[in-house]
């Protein structure tokens, strides 16, 4: 059961915005804890897409973007294309442990 | 370039063991921590294990604390995991992943910048 929560779906058209929210608590995101991002897609290991709450590693398409506020952290995709048609899961902190959040599928339309 | 190659997996008993081994190259081993993650069939990902870069640190999910055991030999740039006491509830992909842990002014943080491809693990009689 996991301290992070996600939308488990979302869905746009290409070329659309879409946001993926990830709501925690005092004791992680809340708690001054980084938030990171990954991209799963099908069949395939998951892959880092955003660490540090806003920072892209080399290779990633400045379409994806991250945030943090509070107790939660978003993950913006602009300018959908095709290809990000996966599932996506945040990752913090809580009481010192590693966790991940509930994980959303994005559907391009 | 960095590579993470995961083996070990496979079909064990309820009850039984199994060790997973991951061989990594492509950077300096011994200056990073290590985890494991899994996934289970259809579900998300579960972080299951650390390990710091001289292995003198450890780190379990509630889930498997006492059950599991995490090791590297940094002669060999490999990562290990032991299973024991498997469950059912344990089958799933695992995947060892680089694990930078930085430090800020008021807390550390962690984050997987590198992935393995996944064993699979079967807990079934």
């Known amino acids: 059961q996991s301290v992070l929560t996600q939308p488990p779906s979302v869905s746009g058209a290409p070329g659309q915005r879409v946001t993926i929210s990830c709501t925690g608590s005092?004791?992680?995101?809340?708690?001054?804890?980084?938030v990171h991002w990954y991209q799963q897609l099908p069949g395939t290991a998951p892959k880092l897409l955003i660490y540090?709450?806003?920072n892209r590693p080399s290779g990633v398409p400045d379409r994806f973007s991250g945030s943090k506020s509070g107790t939660s952290a978003s993950l913006a995709i602009t300018g959908l294309q095709a290809e990000d048609e996966a599932d996506y899961y945040c990752?913090?902190?809580?009481?010192?442990?590693?966790?991940f959040g509930t994980g959303t599928k994005v559907t391009v339309l | 370039e960095v590579q993470l190659l995961e083996s070990g997996g496979g079909l064990v008993q309820p009850g039984g063991s199994l060790r997973l081994s991951c061989a990594a190259s492509?950077?300096?081993?011994?200056?990073?921590?290590m985890s494991w993650v899994r996934q289970a069939p259809g579900k998300g990902l579960e972080w299951v294990s650390a390990i710091s870069g001289s292995g003198g640190s450890t780190y379990y999910a509630d889930s498997v604390k006492g059950r599991f055991t995490i090791s590297r030999d940094n002669s060999k740039n490999t990562l290990y995991l032991q299973m024991n006491s498997l469950r059912a509830e344990d089958t799933a992909v695992y995947y060892c992943?680089?694990?930078?842990?930085?430090?800020?002014?008021?807390?550390?943080?962690?984050?997987?910048?590198?992935w393995g491809q996944g064993t699979l693990v079967t807990v079934s009689s």
């Open positions: 540090g709450n806003s």
């Open positions: 005092s004791s992680n995101i809340g708690a001054g804890y980084d």
């Open positions: 992943a680089k694990d930078p842990r930085y430090c800020s002014s008021t807390s550390c943080h962690g984050y997987f910048q590198h």
């Open positions: 990752q913090s902190y809580d009481s010192s442990l590693r966790v």
């Open positions: 492509g950077f300096t081993f011994s200056s990073y921590a």
